[in-house]
């Protein structure tokens, strides 16, 4: 697969399997950004020209839109001698991979993110990658109140994060758990749920 200079996808910040390829390798990074995990798994679908790297991070039953528009951007990619319209290309792909994953979690889409992630998301990639909880300890962001849930749902992220990339189900489920992972400890995303909860009470 042709990645053009322009390529919002650095093949450099791509980890390899292990602690999962689907980690950023700087803390400035997450799914709505071109240096976080959903541009990282793009880079590698796009280098290996398999769609499945980055399937894992829609829904099953929004797989085949984002495999249209997959197919679509990078038979342009192969076929254009422009490098302006194969960085375009490249742009709608990852702006509709990371539109079609936020819907998936219930969020708006508000474009590609080029602000640094939050410490406390950090925070928690650094102890998947790790494999200890210590990060997020130092970081004040394990409690009394959290650390039972904390701890169940990083067993999970762990338990699940050596996975074959062509094996879909088994991928989804550790970006389902790696998800689940980082927004205990994201506040905007905890703030939204609060809302969310009181509103269903009223």
């Not at 302006?84 to 079609?100: G, K, P, T, W």
């Not at 080029?114 to 998301?121: D, G, L, Q």
């Not at 506040?187 to 809302?195: I, K």
């Amino acid at each position: 697969m042709k990645l053009t200079k322009k390529t919002l996808f650095a093949a450099s910040t791509v980890l390899t399997l292990g602690v999962g390829l689907l980690f950023p390798t700087s803390a400035q990074a997450h799914c709505d950004t071109p240096d976080g995990p959903v541009a990282a798994a793009l880079t590698l679908a796009l280098e290996e020209d398999n769609f499945n790297y980055i399937a894992n991070w829609v829904l099953e039953e929004d797989e085949a839109e984002l495999l249209e528009v997959f197919n679509l951007s990078t038979s342009v990619m192969d076929a254009s001698e422009s490098e302006d319209a194969s960085h375009l290309a490249e742009r709608y792909l990852l702006e509709n991979l990371v539109r079609i994953h936020r819907a998936g979690e219930g969020a708006p889409y508000t474009g590609i993110s080029h602000e640094p992630i939050a410490k406390e998301v950090a925070a928690a990639d650094a102890s998947i990658e790790a494999g200890s909880l210590a990060p997020l300890e130092e970081a004040g962001l394990i409690t009394e109140d959290n650390r039972a849930h904390a701890e169940e749902v990083f067993e999970k992220v762990m338990a699940t994060k050596d996975y074959d990339p062509n094996d879909v189900a088994a991928s989804r489920e550790f970006v389902e758990n790696y998800v689940t992972f980082t927004h205990l400890f994201e506040v905007e995303h905890a703030e939204h749920h609060e809302a969310h909860e009181e509103d269903a009470h009223e």
